[in-house]
């Protein structure tokens, strides 16, 4: 074990090398977020660790580099469009905490916008002393004179709630606000929102949560505000939220009874109507009188069988009424992709679809009783997204990025699909020496596992390629293509190779790729990213002494399982806000409401998988392991920091040499300002080319 972290322990017992008992937790302290004893360790292996990383030669060079980039005032500006105007929060070295601001859409358009600043957050957090970030802003349909402002301490999950007036430019006196909570505000009308936060004792899932969505009239107290709808305290969550559809206005009511299910209402007046949907279906857009419904899980509707990924329509009157007729949408220009997402404008469907990881976008819209789709022409096989859209224009942002394309917006003519070039982002490294690929692995199963590579394209192939492994594998997120503007200074100019692995869990191939690694099957995933490792060993890329991986949050727990499972693997682990411990992490924070992705730990049929690779339960003295990166959040209230600390306290007694850096800000992103984001980069890719040698 090093010295300097050997000097870093603090109060640490030391215990039996063997694998930790379910019913041992001998680190439980560490769970105490803002405890003495747990800050000072904290603070004592922080210490540890910038002191070791912050010494590498291109650590400053890393650190300003990045900064430059989070800085730069000719970065693009993807903004939001609402009514006529366009609204963008933007962050730069003056104002750090940031600025909303709106610009009009004529200028925005003509690459040249002229932004009016609505709300300085710098000037907000230094006149009221407090740290705020900023989480977003409601703007209130149709006049957007209005705001519903989320205001985060430290860059938590929970917020804080103000009603903010854009004419004024002042927070409204006597209107909505809310204390810091987890929850939603949603407009309703001028006088009245939707409001599910904290209302005290049982108010809450014990996911923590809103377990009550109330009407909250302007003018009155949060006491006064009337229930309308109520969910369980097992389930996850509720919400609430009204939609301007043409000359319909719809309420929604959700009650998501776990993390991939919920029920699904419309409440009219006093009344509330359940809809008669499969419990795991996710509603898309409401078009031209139809709904359209996603089938996440093979479901059986009117003695017809649908399979995962089948989009339906159905007439929402009928739906109401009661009636099962539903129909497949299935125009052949989606036929075979995975869809993403459904949006409307006034006359058309935009789809978003992904074939093999490659992004295309389709307009359809119903004309002489069928389905008519044309793609957008935009060459490449990159990134494409739908950044902005009105439903009440036939014209909507669109934007495109590859690993080695800088971002481009684009504005789309909904009826001639004409695509008028906005902006493109400016390139932050030379791009010409790489080349971008995508291949496949097979994984134990026999399952093909793609991945993308971006390297050099006269890449020598004998194994001396630092190489890095990014993937994530959970929660139906799939991992697409994007320009990472300080990835090519900070590791592709200075020899690394990168790799984007599409494993299992994620959303890449729609539900099934998601389902086939759930709960049991968890060791799916795991298998998929050593199946890529192996391939790149395979084809010369690297070798296990120069082959990191990365992930975080879930990808975190992908990355931990990965090193405890196959240690001589990997050179090197950024293990980043991540689950290690999947004993306790149902009763740790957010953890709860994702026991339909991993299991109950309390049920013994389910802590019989979770304990097969639980990393907390199956570090040990005897492997030798990775020099481990672990990276984490005082203020992050949905993955708890007790996880990572808990992993390396145990590490430390085991006599394993590790890296730890816990920022005291920044919530799950791990950041709350380019300055930390920076930073951490920094450290992050200091430790990567310390580990991995190679060329």
């Not at 499969?278 to 898309?284: E, N, T, V």
């Amino acid at each position: 074990m090093n010295t300097f972290i050997r000097h870093s322990l603090v109060s640490l017992a030391l215990l039996s090398p063997l694998p930790l008992l379910a019913q041992d937790d001998p680190y439980r302290w560490l769970e105490d977020v803002d405890g003495e004893r747990a800050l000072s360790w904290v603070e004592a292996q922080n210490k540890a660790t910038k002191a070791a990383l912050t010494k590498h030669a291109a650590f400053q060079q890393i650190y300003d580099h990045t900064l430059a980039i989070l800085n730069a005032e000719d970065r693009l500006q993807v903004a939001t469009r609402q009514g006529d105007s366009v609204y963008d929060f933007w962050r730069d070295a003056q104002n750090p905490r940031g600025v909303y601001r709106r610009a009009t859409l004529e200028s925005y358009l003509a690459g040249e916008p002229k932004w009016e600043v609505l709300l300085d957050v710098d000037a907000l957090a230094a006149s009221e002393k407090q740290n705020w970030v900023f989480k977003g802003m409601e703007l209130r349909y149709p006049d957007y004179t209005r705001g519903l402002l989320r205001l985060s301490i430290g860059g938590a999950d929970a917020v804080v709630i103000r009603e903010f007036d854009l004419a004024t430019r002042t927070f409204v006196p006597g209107g909505f606000a809310l204390p810091e909570a987890k929850g939603s505000v949603n407009w309703i009308d001028e006088d009245s929102v939707y409001v599910a936060t904290d209302f005290g004792d049982g108010s809450q899932t014990d996911s923590g949560y809103p377990r009550i969505v109330k009407v909250w009239q302007r003018g009155t107290p949060l006491s006064a505000a009337k229930a309308v709808f109520e969910g369980k305290t097992k389930s996850v969550s509720v919400r609430a939220s009204r939609d301007h559809v043409d000359d319909e206005v719809i309420d929604w009511l959700y009650e998501s009874t776990s993390f991939y299910t919920s029920d699904k209402y419309l409440r009219e007046g006093d009344e509330k109507l359940r809809l008669n949907l499969p419990d795991s279906s996710r509603i898309h857009t409401y078009y031209n009188g139809l709904l359209f419904v996603e089938i996440k899980q093979p479901a059986r509707i009117a003695e017809v069988d649908y399979g995962p990924g089948t989009i339906l329509t159905i007439p929402l009157d009928d739906l109401k009424a009661g009636k099962q007729n539903f129909s497949v949408f299935a125009p052949d220009a989606v036929v075979g992709a995975t869809i993403r997402s459904i949006h409307r404008t006034r006359s058309y469907l935009i789809i978003e679809t992904m074939r093999d990881v490659r992004d295309e976008v389709t307009r359809c819209h119903f004309d002489g009783g069928a389905w008519v789709t044309k793609k957008i022409a935009l060459a490449g096989d990159g990134r494409m997204t739908v950044s902005s859209l009105d439903a009440d224009v036939d014209q909507f942002l669109l934007t495109y990025t590859s690993f080695l394309q800088p971002t481009t917006l684009y504005s789309v003519d909904a009826t001639t699909l004409d695509l008028v070039k906005v902006k493109q982002a400016p390139a932050r490294f030379d791009a010409a020496p790489y080349a971008s690929a995508q291949h496949f692995a097979t994984s134990k199963d026999g399952t093909k596992v793609p991945y993308f590579i971006v390297a050099p394209k006269a890449l020598e192939l004998d194994g001396r390629n630092k190489t890095v492994i990014s993937a994530y594998g959970g929660f139906r997120i799939a991992q697409r293509p994007s320009y990472m503007a300080a990835l090519g200074g900070n590791w592709l100019d200075r020899g690394g190779v990168y790799v984007l692995a599409n494993i299992r869990g994620g959303g890449e191939y729609g539900p099934e790729w998601h389902e086939a690694a759930l709960r049991e099957n968890r060791h799916k995933c795991f298998e998929d990213l050593e199946a890529v490792a192996e391939d790149l060993i395979a084809r010369k890329i690297a070798t296990p002494d120069t082959l990191a991986i990365r992930g975080g949050s879930n990808g975190g727990l992908l990355v931990g399982a990965a090193f405890t499972r196959r240690p001589e693997l990997y050179k090197a682990v950024v293990c980043a806000v991540p689950l290690l411990d999947m004993k306790r992490y149902s009763k740790l924070l957010a953890g709860a409401s994702w026991m339909a992705e991993y299991g109950n730990p309390d049920a013994p049929e389910d802590w019989a998988f979770l304990k097969t690779y639980s990393p907390y339960h199956n570090v040990v003295k005897e492997k030798e392991y990775p020099r481990v990166l672990f990276t984490t959040s005082t203020r992050d209230d949905r993955v708890h920091p007790g996880h990572a600390r808990k992993m390396v306290a145990r590490m430390i007694e085991l006599g394993h040499p590790i890296y730890y850096y816990e920022n005291t800000e920044g919530g799950h992103a791990g950041a709350a300002n380019a300055e930390q984001s920076a930073y951490s980069t920094a450290l992050t890719y200091c430790y990567l080319l310390s580990e991995l040698g190679g060329r």
